[in-house]
DNA sequence: TTAAGTTTTTAGATTTGTCTAAATTTAAAT
DNA sequence: ATTTAAATTTAGACAAATCTAAAAACTTAA
């Protein structure tokens, strides 16, 4: 079955509003798409005559299991034609997400499992993100303090609890915010002190404060 | 300025028509597009507005300056499409037309500059077209008989002046189609027969006879 | 040169995805 | 438990791109 692309931005949607906030609501869907509830409630009826979507009105909603497959499937399209952008094209990793939001449309299955493996089966996108196989399946991620991070492994940051504008100064000041990706290269036990990599970056270091507030996630 | 896909679908489709024709029919182009004359006639309607058209009703029609460049850049990132399709992700040249209709509508400029270097700047798509550069120029190509093509240089079939069954059955089975690239590897003058090698085959050997019906394109 | 035939255009409808404004249902607060 | 507020849905409309059927304009051929 082959759906719109408005039809395919909605599924893709509901499924990240899902994951964030286990309940989606009709406001919150019109908020993330830019667009008005009415819209959305209009939207929501043509999901569920097609089964994408569980939905009775005013009772709230979730993807059906074909929702979820299909919407995974557009988020992998998306995190590869992103990862494609950087490694291949070299774009720089904060400009490539709008070009994806037009790829991922692109509706050949064989297009994506080519490019899949052009780009030697990649579990993340640029971001730090994973990328689902061709089943839909998602590399198992899970997001832990930045002081829990073990040594030498890859990681993107995914969330920074004190969003304080002195904290956010820091960050941004030392090159890091959401979807940096990083690796710690050195724990200093006197204060645990870190020493981080970045992409294209000298080595920097952050406090054991800054690092209890810096989420990341990275692969199993 | 940013144009549908329906729209960039029309104006390249009338680009070819010229290309080809000369003068471009509202129900010639109906049958290329597979739609009705009358959906033709709204639609040119709407392009002459946007000055992408010359066009007085019932006087005929062609492509403006401007509607002209936009159609050489969709024709652009069609062709590189095509050629990332063929030489990165090794599908056949067969396959790769329908995929690059869809990835000609993706809209970033920047997208098509950085594919382009990553191609290398190819200067013909993988059926030999050429392929128009960031300025919408167009390489020149001129059309000859085989029998005419220098020896070790790239051409593509674009013309089969006869079409007989028996024709058409010898170059089926040497693997000789339109838009099939092939190279002359050798000439010999004893009756002017030629050696060609044809993407991943083995040479193959045709009559003075065949090589004359044979026209093919290749760069200057 | 006028009647027949072909091509092109208009008229009016349909589908998809959107909108605003108004009505309805649910949730919250006194 | 009402009233008020918030969230959600309906109603009615619109733009883009398409359709069919019918009218209008061009072409051609007797």
Redesign the pocket.
């Known amino acids: 079955m082959r ?5 395919e ?2 599924l893709k949607t509901i499924f990240h509003l899902q994951e964030e906030e286990g309940v989606v ?4 869907l ?1 908020r993330a ?14 999901l569920k005559t097609q089964k994408l979507l569980l ?7 979730k993807l059906s299991l074909e929702g979820r497959k299909v919407a995974l499937q557009i988020i992998r399209k998306h995190r590869l034609w992103e990862v494609f952008l950087v490694e291949k094209l070299r774009f720089g990793w904060e400009e490539v997400h709008e070009i994806a939001e037009e790829l991922e449309h692109i509706s050949s299955k064989k297009l994506v499992d080519h490019l899949d493996k052009f780009l030697d089966f990649p579990t993340t996108d640029p971001h730090g993100d994973p990328i689902p196989d061709a089943n839909g399946k998602i590399p198992l991620i899970k997001q832990i303090s930045l002081r829990d991070l073990p040594i030498n492994i890859i990681a993107a940051v995914c969330n920074i609890s004190d969003q304080s504008p002195e904290m956010l100064e820091l960050l941004t000041h030392k090159g890091i915010g959401l979807g940096t990706k990083l690796e710690i290269k050195k724990k200093f036990s006197f204060d645990n002190s870190l020493e981080l990599n970045i992409r294209n970056h000298q080595p920097i270091t952050i406090s054991e404060n800054v690092a209890r507030n810096v989420f990341v996630t990275h692969e199993e």
Chains 1, 2 share one sequence.
């Open positions: 759906y719109s692309p408005s039809k931005n909605y609501t009709t406001n919150a019109a798409l830019d667009t008005s509830p009415a819209s959305v409630t209009d939207m929501l009826k043509k939905y009775e009105k005013y009772k709230g909603f």
